[in-house]
T-cell receptor, first 109, second 115 residues
Framework: GENVEQHPSTLSVQEGDSAVIKCTYS??????FPWYKQELGKRPQLIID?????GEKKDQRIAVTLNKTAKHFSLHITETQPEDSAVYFC????????FGSGTRLSIQP | EAGVTQFPSHSVIEKGQTVTLRCDPI?????LYWYRRVMGKEIKFLLH????????ESGMPNNRFLAERTGGTYSTLKVQPAELEDSGVYFC?????????????FGPGTRLTVL
């Protein structure tokens, strides 16, 4: 079946450094790629998304890139802060949403 | 605007028992989704309601799971009888339109533990 692979599963970075999370999807019909952030004990929340007709999108310290040919998309967080610590899920949507397995990001002070 | 709510937040039951999870979507959202996350793995789609109709239930693991949305408002997900592998966090989400690209708003989840 269709799937989304997400790497790494855990990521620890020093406060102020950048973090990158990568996802690969299998369904070439996927045309929408949201990213969700789930803080400890809270609900997953959409933080940024990108559509297949765009290669890159930025919102303050976070950015997403999409390479449709390679079926890769990535989340980039710059100048990381303690409040960025959370589990991040990528997803790819064709007819339904397929999530990655999540990345636990820890920001070390 | 009130968010998606789920009840209970936690449930611990023994194998063979029955559990019913409830989801209240955002008011006015016709689309309601159920998902499950087994520890450390991906959030997996279970099913999708449009109003009271099951649009897609291809993710339901087996016939021990029954989802309903009578009246097209809140939804329940019943597991009967529960098995050990049913443990995980069950999320509900809702969206206004049926478009697959419409933002889905998640509830806080119900953590189910089957002993």
């Amino acid at each position: 079946g269709e799937n989304v692979e997400q790497h790494p599963s855990t990521l620890s970075v020093q406060e102020g450094d950048s973090a990158v999370i990568k996802c690969t999807y299998s369904d070439s019909a996927s045309n929408y790629f949201p990213w969700y952030k789930q803080e400890l004990g809270k609900r997953p929340q959409l933080i940024i998304d990108i559509r297949s007709n765009v290669g890159e999108k930025k919102d303050q310290r976070i950015a997403v890139t999409l390479n449709k040919t390679a079926k890769h998309f990535s989340l980039h967080i710059t100048e990381t802060q303690p409040e960025d610590s959370a589990v991040y899920f990528c997803a790819a949507i064709a007819s339904k949403i397929i999530f990655g397995s999540g990345t636990r990001l820890s920001i070390q002070p | 605007e009130a968010g998606v709510t789920q009840f209970p937040s936690h449930s611990v039951i023994e194998k063979g028992q029955t559990v019913t999870l409830r989801c209240d979507p955002i008011s006015g959202h016709d689309n309601l989704y159920w998902y499950r996350r087994v520890m450390g793995k991906e959030i997996k789609f279970l099913l999708h309601f449009v109003k009271e109709s099951k649009q897609d239930e291809s993710g339901m693991p087996n016939n021990r799971f029954l989802a309903e949305r009578t009246g097209g408002t809140y939804s329940t997900l019943k597991v009967q009888p529960a098995e050990l592998e049913d443990s995980g966090v069950y999320f509900c989400a809702s969206s206004r339109s049926e478009s697959s690209t419409d933002t889905q708003y998640f509830g806080p989840g119900t953590r189910l533990t089957v002993l």
